[in-house]
């Protein structure tokens, strides 16, 4: 609950403290991002996940129009991976947030974002993340074999190796 109500400091002002109604706002974040259970608990006692669902809750907290994230998913194992990235969807597509993410797991990113731009060296390639997440785009990127296909109905990236 502590972490997460520093989103409240920006609202707040010079000097003020969070009052009961930021508490309550607050626990209704942590609530939003499923992981209101655990308000008492330390943060060091977290899971990745949940360390990266409470950083979402302080973000909400600031009562945002646009979410910004780096690397959200980093270092977790693939069911939080997912689950963090179906609450970011939650989040755009149910409560209207915008949401930029940088992440450098296309597989991760393949089938929840609706555009999507590469940076390579100053250049950029933006658009809709079907024109952009290419196999030409990103072996270019790359320097090496990069597919892009389906596979169980989702997109998935993949490095090739020699000619087959």
Known sequence: LEIALMGRYPLLGPCARPGAADRAYVRACLEHVAIGDLAGRSYRELSGGQKQRVLIARALAGEPD??????????????????????????????????VMVSHLLNVVANFAASLIILDDGARTVGPLVEVLTSENLSRLYGLRVEVGVCAGKRVVVTGGGDD
């Not at 979410?67 to 409560?95: F, G, K």
Request: proline share 3%.
């Open 66 to 99: 646009v979410l910004v994230l780096d690397e959200p998913t980093n270092d977790m194992d693939l069911a939080s991976e997912h689950a963090i990235m179906e609450l970011v969807s939650r989040l755009h597509q149910e409560d209207g947030l915008t949401v």
